[in-house]
């Protein structure tokens, strides 16, 4: 049993970690990530050797390019929204003013806002006051020629644009991967409740009047490296632990149990008991510890090697499937 993080941690780090604790092997982006995870661990008496750090994949682009100076390359520049930061309708109406603005004084460039989902659509994330719709209550259906919206996936965008504007999206990481520099806006000012904290050390805040003026910072190669940005083959390494841990398993022939859960009836009742139904579903469905070994396919090769094979070569798929197979069996 694998999990990890999808993006950049930046709040609710005990809380979500102790979430994950259970699982045989806990994926982590970051140098900085498994320091603190490990302390965390540590003290609370917990074994941090399930952490496995693996880099943060999205800024590990399989073409990675050298990052490039603001001016020297594309004139476009994208800005990347987010769901959910900022909250406010003030301050999206503030952001989409001043790209507005920049793109009244700057024709010459194509301003591409590309909120996350379009009008009415949802994701994860119930998202208020939509860009596209907020900009209509605001400036009515007109807007300069070289202002628009766009949807899709990010990558083609990062292929075309010169610099990458935001608030505290992941997206900048990407950019980053890509060659394409970034500005983390402080406009709104810098604050956990925005998430910007996060890139306060990256040497990469700055603010519109910047974008204005021309001075895009660079971003700290130290804290890139610090926060996971394209580490080399580090789903090597999770892929290794995977695999010594199912050939142990299967020379024992059976399933070791799972690391204990901090959240037990003495620590905590309310959590442990509102997810008894779930423990016990689950319970049910896990083989029993003395089962026999692992079914073999028609090629004598076992399931479990399949299994890793497929966590090498297409672990996005491997964790779909597996997701979609146990929740399955819970039904």
């Given at each position: 049993m694998v999990t990890g993080y999808n993006g950049v941690?930046?709040?609710k780090h005990l809380e979500g970690l102790l979430w994950r604790i259970g699982f045989d092997l806990i994926a982590v982006n970051s140098a900085n990530d498994h320091a603190v995870f490990s302390r965390h661990l540590d003290a609370l008496g917990m074994d941090s050797r399930v952490l496995v750090r693996?880099?943060?994949?999205?800024?590990?682009?399989?073409?990675?390019?050298?990052?490039?100076?603001?001016?020297?390359?594309?004139?476009?520049?994208?800005?990347?929204?987010?769901?959910?930061?900022p909250r406010t309708r003030a301050e999206r109406a503030y952001l989409l003013t001043r790209l507005r603005q920049l793109a009244e004084?700057?024709?010459?460039?194509l301003v591409?806002?590309?909120?996350?989902?379009?009008?009415?659509?949802?994701?994860?994330?119930?998202?208020?006051?939509?860009?596209?719709?907020?900009?209509?209550?605001?400036?009515?259906?007109?807007?300069?020629?070289?202002?628009?919206?766009?949807?899709?996936?990010?990558?083609p965008f990062l292929q075309r644009v010169g610099l990458l504007v935001t608030v505290s999206s992941t997206a900048l990481l990407e950019g980053l991967a890509y060659g394409v520099p970034g500005v983390a806006l402080t406009d709104l000012g810098v604050k956990e409740s925005l998430?910007?904290?996060?890139?306060?050390?990256?040497?990469?805040?700055?603010?519109?009047?910047?974008?204005?003026?021309?001075?895009?910072?660079?971003?700290?190669p130290e804290w890139l490296r610090l926060n996971g940005f394209a580490e080399q083959d580090r789903i090597g390494a999770l892929v290794q632990h995977a695999q010594t841990l199912l050939e142990y398993q299967e020379e024992l022939g059976y399933f070791l149990p799972l690391?204990?859960?901090?959240?037990?009836?003495?620590?905590?009742?309310?959590?442990?008991?509102?997810?008894?139904?779930?423990?016990?579903?689950?319970?049910?469905?896990?083989?029993m510890n003395g089962s026999s070994k692992r079914k073999k396919n028609k090629n004598g090769t076992s399931t479990l090697r399949r299994k890793v094979a497929k966590l090498r070569h297409s672990p996005s798929r491997f964790f779909v499937d597996a997701?979609?197979?146990?929740?399955?069996?819970?039904?």
């Open positions: 941690v930046y709040e693996t880099g943060l994949l999205l800024a590990q682009a399989s073409d990675h390019r050298p990052l490039i100076t603001y001016g020297e390359g594309p004139r476009d520049i994208l800005f990347a929204t987010q769901a959910v930061v004084i700057q024709p010459d460039r591409i806002i590309k909120p996350r989902t379009r009008p009415h659509e949802q994701t994860f994330h119930v998202e208020k006051h939509h860009y596209e719709t907020l900009y209509v209550d605001l400036f009515g259906a007109e807007r300069p020629s070289n202002l628009v919206f766009a949807y899709g996936a990010l990558s998430g910007n904290h996060f890139f306060a050390l990256s040497g990469m805040l700055a603010s519109f009047d910047d974008v204005l003026d021309g001075r895009v910072p660079h971003p700290s690391q204990a859960a901090y959240y037990t009836p003495r620590r905590a009742r309310f959590i442990y008991e509102s997810s008894l139904p779930l423990r016990q579903a689950w319970e049910t469905s896990r083989p997701i979609r197979n146990r929740l399955t069996r819970l039904d």
